[in-house]
């Protein structure tokens, strides 16, 4: 099959992929471009995960488009609101028209010579072949076909049903059945109180406490101003107001971690009362943010956990049982359906492999710049969000950046760009800045970031902000180049 050539291509038609090809769009530097999905359907995450109560600890006003303001009052939305939303914004922009899926894109080869990204794409059993310009990664950071779940001694031995979120089945039945859910991470905090609505009892058991605070799902600030002023201006007020609290929230956690405890503490015994044992449940060993602090909106967890059909267990595992599971403290915990909400399994770029000229590209031992390029790899930039924050409120800047980076490049003729390492004595950290066990995992597959601007991650919106907005091309570790192309 013939060779397809495109100018730009954006690998992920998720969240950040259709804000991607709006901003290509919007700066009219690549009117020809398309997007290649390796799912079905437009969506990402907000497509694959189909579990109870599905919904974003972030908040819609700072999780959606700035360019297409989200319309109604509740912040915190739930997953299928959030994936119609994403899939009418493809469709109001005419960007559903320009993806193509089941298109997995397996190899990106550069070619120097030619100034070329060669792409090995499996799409519907076949191998098909696609040039470009520039390539685009808007493919997240975890892999779709299976979560991470540990080793459980005497998991095999158990008898009830064992699901993992990343795949649950649509037809569970869960009323009536004791259910326990392993992990208190985001997921297990959004699965343990939509379970409890039907089921016997649900248990959150986990190894060690994480933080969590209550927020209403309601944006009170949103629905007071929405009476009196436009839609748009309200969505953007309450962009920034949000975007502020969490700023602010994140950089106190930082900086006076002791002080954060004590709010958090002072909101768990309002919800939970003073015979609950946050110490023991709620009260992490580490400082808030250097894991993620989890959301949980009107406080649903604390209401089912004082209704009595939810409770926390912080144990370890001896043993799965045939039906339940054995606790080292020697409680047994009966179950009918046992929940692994273990966390994600990490890839960079979708699996992709990449070469230069033939030569394998280890994208571990490359630098992020600005978070978006990478050192030494001409041509391709990756749209990756905030761990802190709502993950569009940086995807959104990146795709911006790099709409502008290509509009530069068409205007001043320029065939490649390729960030360049100035700096001697610069230090390498981890690209992702939390430590989640997950993380800690998978981070050794990730790129990683510098000691010092531009490639360094401030994990500060209004800091990208200032440094997107206003920063031009004229950088030394931007490195451009027009070549002239020989024709066979």
Not at 74 to 83: D, K, M, T, V, W
Not at 175 to 191: D, E, N, P, Q
Not at 228 to 252: G, I, S
Request: proline content about 5%; charged content about 20%.
């Amino acid at each position: 099959m013939a060779t397809k050539h495109i100018e730009t291509i954006i690998v992920g038609a998720g969240l950040s992929g259709i804000c991607a090809g709006y901003h290509l769009q919007k700066s009219g530097s690549d009117s020809e471009y398309i997007i290649l999905e390796a799912r079905d359907n437009i969506g990402g995450t907000w497509d694959l995960f189909r579990y109870p109560g599905i919904r974003s600890d972030s908040d819609m006003f700072t999780l959606g488009y700035p360019f297409r303001p989200w319309q109604k009052t509740h912040g915190i939305a739930e997953g299928p609101e959030i994936l119609q939303y994403i899939v009418d914004t493809a469709d109001t922009f005419d960007i559903t028209k320009k993806i193509s899926f089941r298109h997995r894109v397996m190899e990106a080869s550069w070619d120097s010579q030619q100034a070329l990204w060669t792409l090995t794409v499996h799409a519907n059993d076949e191998q098909l072949t696609y040039t470009c310009q520039f390539l685009l990664l808007c493919t997240g950071y975890y892999r779709y076909e299976h979560g991470y779940t540990p080793k459980i001694p005497g998991m095999e031995t158990f008898k009830g049903l064992k699901l993992h979120p990343q795949h649950w089945p649509q037809d569970t039945e869960t009323k009536g059945k004791r259910i326990v859910v392993i992990g208190s991470g985001a997921t297990a905090m959004t699965l343990v109180p939509a379970l409890a609505q039907t089921a016997e009892h649900v248990t959150m058991l986990q190894r060690s406490p994480t933080y969590v605070i209550s927020r209403p799902r309601l944006d009170l600030f949103a629905n007071f101003f929405g009476k009196w002023l436009p839609n748009k201006w309200v969505y953007h007020l309450t962009r920034f107001k949000n975007a502020a609290l969490h700023t602010l929230f994140y950089q106190l956690s930082k900086k006076r971690p002791e002080r954060v405890k004590r709010h958090i503490h002072r909101q768990l015994k309002t919800h939970l009362g003073p015979d609950f044992d946050i110490e023991k449940h709620f009260t992490p060993a580490y400082n808030p943010w250097d894991q993620r602090v989890c959301l949980i909106p009107d406080a649903d967890l604390f209401h089912a956990i004082n209704a009595g059909t939810a409770s926390v267990e912080t144990d370890h595992i001896e043993r799965v049982t045939e039906d339940g599971i054995q606790l080292r403290s020697g409680k047994h915990l009966q179950a009918d359906i046992i929940v692994t909400a273990t966390g994600l399994d990490l890839l960079a770029f979708g699996g992709m492999t990449f070469t230069y000229d033939e030569e394998p590209i280890d994208i571990s031992q490359t630098l992020s710049y600005r978070g978006v390029m990478l050192s030494g790899v001409p041509n391709l930039a990756f749209v990756f969000g905030y761990t802190n924050a709502s993950w569009t409120l940086k995807a959104n800047m990146a795709c911006e950046y790099i709409g502008r980076l290509r509009s530069y490049m068409k205007r001043k003729q320029f065939s490649t760009c390729t960030p360049t390492v100035q700096q001697e004595d610069i230090e390498t950290q981890p690209l992702l800045d939390l430590k989640a066990g997950y993380i800690k995992r998978g981070e050794s597959k990730f790129p990683s970031q510098g000691s010092q601007a531009p490639w360094r991650m401030y994990q500060n919106v209004f800091l990208d902000a200032f440094s997107f907005k206003w920063s031009d091309f004229d950088d030394p570790s931007l490195q451009f180049e027009s070549l002239v192309v020989e024709e066979d």
